[in-house]
């Protein structure tokens, strides 16, 4: 398939055609970064704006059986709707949480859906982009929402964050009064808290658990970007599919609202520069590293460790002879 092709194919909504240019994005051959950068660019601007939402929630709390739950029910009022995972577990173990093909089996048979699981990368930087450039592609194919699921571990939920429109925290009821270990940051990135469970023998617990976490959520700081009321916690069964669509319903008054107030555009647009700056960053550490300078980025590393120079002074010496050395390439070329 030419890039041509590509694009015509991943324009007109077909699902291989998007298989392959995830692919594309996820290589890390120098060959095909430029021709997955050429690619996104031609489809700058086309497509449409999908609705990004982000999805945590340690294992076992019923993500799968959740996004399962919730993208038929989108798929069936004819909504096209994107999973993607970024997992964190599979570049340390091998071992992926989230990659399982058995999940969302129903799911990934319905049309108008597309599931992507997890890509084995070595770091959470990689794994970033290539979900951001996932998102970009779903787009150009015309997908109206992409669900970006991650695992409650570390740092990955504000790496989903930031790539996301909102922001949905996945929980389960609690066994006692107390509020599960969930960490403040995460409580401060979530848009709507979800007790799943809510049914059978569970259902008081799930109950209780949620006005604990609406109790939480009332002392936080108030964000710019909420309407009264948000964030906001809701129980649900994903088992049962109940509360699903009052859950949609949450979503679009909260999108309906910043869309109104100007916060959806400026979140994306703040984003937008975030991966930029990140993009530089990791751009500029590669250049460093390889040769000419890459010598010099070595010996001053090993002086850092051993306590000869500081930290700053060592990167500030390194960025002079990096500009040093492309100038005088500059001048020979
Ligand atoms: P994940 O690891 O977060 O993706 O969780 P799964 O979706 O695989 O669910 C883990 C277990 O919880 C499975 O046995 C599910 O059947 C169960 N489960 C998920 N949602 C619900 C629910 O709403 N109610 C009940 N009772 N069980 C659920």
């Avoid at 290589?27 to 999908?50: F, I, M, N, P, Y």
């Avoid at 059978?200 to 959520?217: N, Q």
């Avoid at 500081?310 to 100038?327: F, M, P, V």
Wanted: glycine share 10%; aromatic share 4%; with cysteine.
């Amino acid at each position: 398939m030419t890039m041509d092709e590509m694009k015509t194919r991943i324009l007109a909504g077909e699902r291989r055609a998007l298989a392959r240019a995830i692919t594309l994005v996820e290589s890390g051959r120098a060959d095909h970064r430029a021709q997955a950068t050429a690619l996104l660019e031609s489809l700058r601007g086309h497509g449409k704006q999908a609705l990004r939402i982000g999805l945590s929630g340690t294992p076992g709390v019923g993500k799968s059986t959740f996004i399962e739950a919730f993208g038929m029910m989108l798929t069936a009022q004819g909504l096209k709707v994107a999973v993607l995972a970024v997992d964190p577990s599979s570049s340390r173990s091998g071992g992926s949480i989230l990659g399982d093909k058995t999940r969302m089996e129903r799911l990934s048979r319905a049309p108008g859906a597309f599931i992507r699981p997890s890509p084995n990368q070595s770091h959470l930087g990689g794994v970033a982009r290539r979900t951001r450039e996932a998102i970009d592609l779903c787009e150009a194919a015309g997908f109206d929402v992409v669900l970006i699921e991650t695992v409650g571990v570390g740092q990955s939920e504000t790496v989903v964050a930031e790539m996301s429109d909102l922001f949905l925290l996945l929980l389960a009821p609690a066994g006692g009064d107390e509020l599960q270990g969930v960490k403040r940051g995460i409580m401060e990135i979530a848009d709507l808290i979800l007790v799943n469970k809510a049914d059978g023998d569970l259902k008081p617990a799930a109950t209780r658990t949620c006005a604990d976490y609406a109790g939480a959520l009332r002392l936080l700081r108030k964000r710019v970007q909420d309407p009264d009321g948000f964030p906001k916690a809701m129980t649900v069964s994903a088992l049962e599919e109940q509360g699903l669509a009052r859950v949609w319903d949450e979503i679009q008054t909260l999108m309906e609202w910043r869309r109104s107030e100007g916060h959806f555009d400026r979140r994306r647009a703040h984003q937008a520069r975030h991966w930029f700056e990140a993009e530089l960053r990791e751009g500029l550490l590669a250049r460093l590293r390889r040769e000419p300078v890459k010598g010099a980025m070595d010996a001053l590393g090993a002086q850092v460790e051993s306590g000869d120079i500081g930290a700053a002074a060592a990167a500030e010496e390194l960025l002079g002879t990096y500009l040093q050395i492309s100038r005088a390439e500059d001048g020979s070329a």
